[in-house]
C-alpha cells in the first residue's frame, strides 16, 4: 500500500480526486443549475389588480357601508329602506332577518320552532316532495308538488336523489321517511309535525310551501334565522314580512325563559351589511 510521503497525496488519492474533479466539470456548478430552473420558471402571480381596473366589489361594498350607522338602532321602515339602499350586487339578494333570544336552546322547554307562511312570500320557487300513497299523491300532484312518491321515492334519494328543497308527509308514510334520517336530517329537510309537514292534510301543506311558508328554529347561540324577501320587494311587503315572523317569535315566548326575550334584531342582504333593528319597540308585545 502507497502512503504518502512529505504530505502529499499518494498516487491512488491523485486518482480519485481527478475522477471527481472531471465529474463536477460535466455535470455542472449546482448553484448554476439552480439559477438555470430558477430562470426558465413561470414568474409567481402575484394577484396584483391591472393598473387602471377598479375592484368594483370591493368599492360596492365599502360604499355600502357608508350608508348604514352600527351604532344606531333603526325602526322596522328604516331598516328595510337601508337594506335597500346599501344594496349592490348585481342579482337579485336575499333578505334575511337574525333575531337573537334570551333563551337558552339546550333546555328543551326553551326551544323555539315553527314555521309561517309570510304574507308577501320568500320570493324563492320551493321544490316540495311529498311522501303518500293511494288518494293522497293524486291531491299531492293537483297542488303542485315537484315529486310524489312511497317507497319508491325513498330508494330514489338512497341513490343520491336531492332535488328538492321541502319534504312533506303523511303520517303513515313516517315508517318509510324514518329511514332517510341520515340523509334529510342534516339537511334541515326531515318532516316534522310541529312545523306542519307530516300531516293527512297534503294540498294544505304544499299550497302554504309554494305560497311561501317558512320554518324556523332556534340554534345553539340563541339566534333564529330566516328569509324575509328578495332585494326587489317593496319596503312595505318586507315591512310586513318581517313583522309577521318578529310577532310569531314574541307570541312563542316559552314561559321559562327568563330576562330580556329579544336581545338582538338584524337585517341583511345577501351583500349587504346588517342593519339593527331596535327591538325596544317591540317590548309591550314581548312582555304581554
Request: hydrophobic residues 40%; without cysteine; proline residues 6%.
Amino acid at each position: 500500500m502507497s502512503k504518502a510521503v512529505g504530505g502529499e497525496p499518494s498516487p491512488k488519492q491523485e486518482k480519485s480526486m481527478a475522477k471527481a474533479k472531471e465529474n463536477t466539470e460535466s455535470q455542472g456548478s449546482p448553484d448554476a443549475g439552480a439559477a438555470e430552473a430558477k430562470a426558465d420558471a413561470k414568474p409567481r402571480r402575484t394577484g396584483a389588480k391591472k393598473p387602471g381596473t377598479p375592484y368594483k366589489r370591493r368599492e360596492g361594498r365599502a360604499a355600502s357601508q357608508t350608508v348604514v350607522d352600527d351604532a344606531k338602532r333603526y325602526s322596522v321602515p328604516e331598516a328595510m329602506t337601508l337594506v335597500k339602499k346599501a344594496s349592490y350586487a348585481k342579482f337579485d339578494e336575499t333578505v334575511d332577518l337574525a333575531v337573537r333570544l334570551g333563551v337558552n336552546p339546550k333546555h328543551a322547554d326553551q326551544m323555539v320552532r315553527g314555521a309561517i307562511v309570510l304574507p308577501h312570500g320568500t320570493g324563492q320557487s320551493l321544490r316540495v316532495l311529498v311522501f303518500a300513497k293511494g288518494e293522497k299523491q293524486n291531491e299531492a300532484k293537483a297542488a303542485g308538488a315537484d315529486h310524489v312518491g312511497a317507497d319508491d321515492l325513498a330508494a330514489k334519494i338512497q341513490e343520491g336523489f336531492m332535488e328538492f328543497d321541502r319534504v312533506i308527509a303523511t303520517p303513515d308514510m313516517m315508517g318509510v321517511v324514518g329511514k332517510l334520517g341520515r340523509i334529510l336530517g342534516p339537511r334541515g329537510l326531515m318532516p316534522n309535525p310541529k312545523v306542519g309537514t307530516v300531516t293527512f292534510d297534503v294540498k294544505a301543506a304544499v299550497s302554504e310551501a309554494k305560497a311561501g311558508k317558512i320554518e324556523y328554529r332556534v340554534e345553539k347561540a340563541g339566534i333564529v334565522h330566516a328569509r324575509i324577501g328578495k332585494v326587489s320587494f317593496p319596503e312595505k311587503d318586507l315591512e310586513a314580512n318581517s313583522m309577521a315572523l318578529i310577532q310569531a317569535l314574541i307570541r312563542q315566548k316559552p314561559s321559562t325563559a327568563k330576562g330580556v326575550y329579544l336581545r338582538s334584531i338584524t337585517v341583511s342582504s345577501t351583500m349587504g351589511p346588517g342593519v339593527k333593528i331596535d327591538p325596544l319597540s317591540f317590548t309591550k308585545e314581548d312582555e304581554a
